[in-house]
């Protein structure tokens, strides 16, 4: 049974941190390329970054670029995303994203 669980979400003032991680099991993650996407309230489903491997990693949101890193640890089978410097509008459900495969999400609130 393929799982992807997400967690590390929570409230965090403006340019505070979080490091969100993802769990996978019940496939072969290492072969994966796996992906961070995100939803805001009332706006679609972004693709934040992917890392494939062996690794190349790419942040695909322009306002994340140099804030956000993404990274994997195949021998655990974790996907990370480091978001640094946060600011109001990276607010969204972040998604853990493996082909068809999706994870529930985890709540990042951005406020002051």
């Known amino acids: 049974q393929v799982q992807l669980v997400e967690s590390g979400g929570g409230l965090v003032q403006p340019g505070g941190s979080l490091r969100l991680s993802c769990a996978a099991s019940?496939?072969?993650?290492?072969?994966?390329?796996m992906k961070w996407f995100r939803q805001a309230p009332g706006k679609e489903r972004e693709l934040v970054a992917s890392i494939g491997s062996p690794s190349f990693a790419i942040i695909h949101v322009d306002s994340a670029k140099g804030r956000f890193t993404i990274s994997r640890d195949n021998a655990k089978k974790m996907l990370y995303l480091q978001m640094n410097i946060l600011k109001f509008e990276d607010t969204a459900v972040y998604y853990c994203?493996?082909?068809?495969?999706w994870g529930k999400g985890t709540v990042v609130t951005v406020s002051s």
């Open positions: 994203n493996a082909g068809e495969y």
């Open positions: 019940g496939f072969t993650f290492s072969t994966y390329i």
